[in-house]
């Protein structure tokens, strides 16, 4: 669990360096926004990468039980894991409606994607890593009132085009992960 620990640190904290802009400012000016970027970068893969490790090392050798969720939440779960991946879909540089709906619809994924998780799952481990990300995804979401303006000028117009894409992107994705969840991350999320 300590690596997992470990990892979200790493992880998180290159994703919250927007919300402190003087400090952010200081590092890009010293290094150079490619230098910055890379290293954030690097960091941010260091940190995902400790993060499913450490998570499957717990998952193998410390599983440990709080709470066993009803059967209703699982289904709840998969609802909302649709509306987070089309959500993540709309986060693209392109307007559309949802995107201009949700104002910030990667953040709106991530906490719909983490909530989802804390609701189908009553272990540790889970309630660790998905409520982390949770809160930074709230905490990212609020710093945006008071972080300085990235200077945009006028948005273009939303475009519907753009949500159909987002849907049918995460549609296929939803669907996708549906298949490969048992692979990828050992639970079976049908059946």
Not at 55 to 69: D, H, I, S, V
Not at 86 to 98: D, E, N, T, V, W
Not at 112 to 141: E, P, Q
Not at 165 to 182: D, K, N, T
């Amino acid at each position: 669990m300590v690596l997992m620990l470990i990892g979200l640190i790493l992880f998180l904290g290159s994703h919250s360096l927007g919300m402190f802009p003087d400090l952010r400012h200081r590092l890009v000016e010293g290094y150079g926004l490619k230098v910055f970027k890379i290293g954030c970068s690097l960091v941010a893969l260091i940190g995902f990468a400790l993060i499913c490790y450490g998570f499957g090392l717990y998952r193998a050798e410390g599983w440990l039980q709080l709470w066993t969720p009803p059967k209703g939440m699982r289904h709840l779960s998969l609802l909302l894991m649709l509306f987070a991946f089309i959500a993540l879909a709309a986060s693209g540089p392109k307007l559309g409606y949802i995107k201009m709906r949700l104002k910030h619809p990667m953040l709106v994924g991530v906490k719909t994607w983490a909530l989802a998780h804390l609701l189908a799952n009553g272990d540790l481990g889970g309630m660790i890593l998905f409520s982390s990300l949770l809160a930074w995804a709230v905490v990212d979401r609020i710093s945006y009132r008071w972080r300085p303006a990235d200077g945009v000028v006028d948005a273009p117009a939303p475009n519907v085009r753009v949500d159909v894409i987002a849907v049918v992107v995460g549609v296929i994705a939803y669907g996708a992960m549906l298949f490969l969840h048992p692979y990828l991350i050992g639970v079976a999320v049908l059946g």
